[in-house]
């Protein structure tokens, strides 16, 4: 199974941050565990890119029979969906890890606050601190 945006660390095996009561954040050795988990996690949805790509090469079938063509359209349609999706997590994960190399990583784009060891691991690409998050989505309900 691939990893979905909410799944992060506990997805790939990376225990919990044990932070030091002294230690600054987003020091070099948490920035090391979050690059850690954002390229495992990119390797992973790479990974089942290549695995859609061949299933769709080896399956292509010609079916004589319009339901079976159209079953396997759907089949190909939901799938390319999924990797579409995928895709633009992967360009999440690119972002978080630009981020990490200009030593932006962990900060909220809304307000600079520190977003939080644990809520990065629960999400990693996360760009908003919770307060932030919370106010974005009270206004996206309200414009829709």
Known sequence: ???TDR??????????????????YMNPRQEEHF???LLAWKLSL?????????HMQDD???FPDPNDRATQES??????????RERKLIKKIDEA?????THDYGYCEGCGVEIGIRRLEARPTATLCI?????DEIRERQRG
């Open 46 to 54: 790479m990974e089942e890119v290549d695995r859609t790509v061949h």
């Open 75 to 84: 089949e190909f349609s939901l799938e390319l969906r999924a990797r579409d």
């Open 97 to 101: 890890l630009d981020r990490l190399e």
């Open 7 to 24: 799944q992060g660390a506990k997805a790939f095996g990376f225990a919990p941050y044990g932070a030091t009561p002294d230690e600054d």
């Open 60 to 62: 292509a079938t010609n």
């Open 35 to 37: 690059r850690q988990i």
């Open 1 to 3: 199974m691939v990893a």
């Open 131 to 135: 307060d932030c998050k919370t106010l």
